[in-house]
Every structure is written in C-alpha cells, then in structure tokens.
C-alpha cells in the first residue's frame, strides 16, 4: 500500500517567512508532485519531478521553488510568503513515465497572516 | 493549452438515486483517465480509471465511460449512499508527466 506523508497538517507563518513544506513517499516512485487546491479552482500543478535533482515547472511555480535530493522526498519551499499563498498543499507521486494514477498525501492547511 | 471541464460543479441527490458527473478534455492523444474522491478533510484517491481500449468499465455501483471521439468522460454512481458526498475529480494524464485536473464537482447525498 503507497503512502505518501507530509511533514505538518497544519501551519500558520507570517508574511516574508520562509516555509518548508516536506513530502516523503515509501514506493520508490519515480515521480512527485506539488499542487495547491482551492475552492473552485481544483488541483493546480506548481512544481515536479521524475528524478533525484531533477524538477520541472509546473502551471503556477511563481513564489515556489523546489528540491529532491533523495528519491523518497520531495520538499516545497516558500522562499517569502505572502497572504495569496494561503491554501491547501497537496504532495503526490507516481511510478514510470507518465500517464499513472497518482497518491496523494493528507495535505498541509498553509495560512499566512 | 490542455484544457478539463468537468460539470457540474456541484450535484445534489437523494439517497438512492444516480449520480453523473462528465469531463471533457482537449488532448487527443490522452489515453488513460482516472477519477479520485476527495472526502472531507482528506486526501484525494483514485476510485475508478479507464484506458482507452475500453469504452466502460465497472466496479460494483460506480461506472466509467468514454468517448474519445467526442473527448469525453464519464462517472457513474448508482444507488447513492450518504457516505458517497465528496468532491470527485477527473484528470487527463498528459505526455510527459503533467496531470490536469478538473475543478471538482461537491456530490451531496441526502438521506
């Protein structure tokens, strides 16, 4: 059975804080991912990655930057937040080349004052 | 760009009625397409995909069809339970790597 955790359920930070968001998987999948989720707008793609040091831009990468030094854990990092980063972060990851079903963690509720 | 549309946003039904929730998609060359339910506070799972080869698929009350002619694909939940509220998601797996999903549509079953 995949599982997928993330580091924090919950997490309150201050504008200009720098965020660490960290998502680790025991499948040995190849593939992880970053999305936000808000209301009405479903699953937006911020950032991937098929390998270790590798990662591609995904549709709304702008504020974000990633790392995957280890093929198990993926983290997302915030480098200044800001308020219109207060969402719903959802890390999930995949096996092969492309066009699988993907297993998400239980998400970090990220609220920025 | 690749586009989803899923419809309707949101779907209100009574108990034991059917639920059907549809995606359209863009990509021509999409052959695999899976739907995931979201419960509240948790997070989304695949409950039902499709490959392309088929145009149906089953798995006790709930149904996948698609038509790739017309881009489109379906989920079917029959005999609806109350414990079958969530927000359900298509997605339209693309060339490499990259998910699009739809916006969700919020099923309530009342009982």
């Known amino acids: 059975d995949v599982k997928v955790t993330q580091s924090s359920r919950y997490l309150v930070k201050r504008t200009g804080e720098k965020v660490f968001l960290e998502c680790v998987q025991d499948m040995d999948h190849e593939n992880m991912f970053w999305y936000r989720q808000d209301p009405g707008l479903g699953l937006r793609l911020i950032y991937f990655?098929?390998?270790?040091?590798?990662?591609e831009k995904g549709d709304i990468p702008e504020g974000y930057s990633v790392s995957r030094e280890k093929k198990e854990r993926f983290s997302l990092i915030l480098e200044s937040a800001s308020t219109n980063q207060t969402s719903m972060y959802l890390c999930a990851s995949s096996k092969g080349q492309g066009r699988e079903t993907q297993y998400f963690g239980p998400g970090t509720r990220l609220l920025v004052l | 760009g690749e586009n989803v549309e899923q419809h309707p946003s949101t779907l209100s039904v009574q108990e034991g009625d059917s639920a059907v929730i549809k995606c359209t998609y863009s990509d021509s060359a999409s052959n695999y397409f899976p739907w995931y339910k979201q419960e509240l506070g948790k997070r989304p799972q695949l409950i039902i995909d499709i490959r392309s080869n088929v145009g149906e698929k089953k798995d006790q009350r709930i149904a996948v069809t698609l038509n790739k002619t017309a881009k489109h694909f379906s989920l079917h939940i029959t005999e609806t339970q109350p414990e079958d509220s969530a927000v359900y998601f298509c997605a339209v797996p693309l060339g490499g790597f990259k998910t699009i999903f739809g916006a969700g549509t919020r099923l309530f079953v009342k009982a």
């Open positions: 990655s098929y390998d270790v040091k590798m990662k």
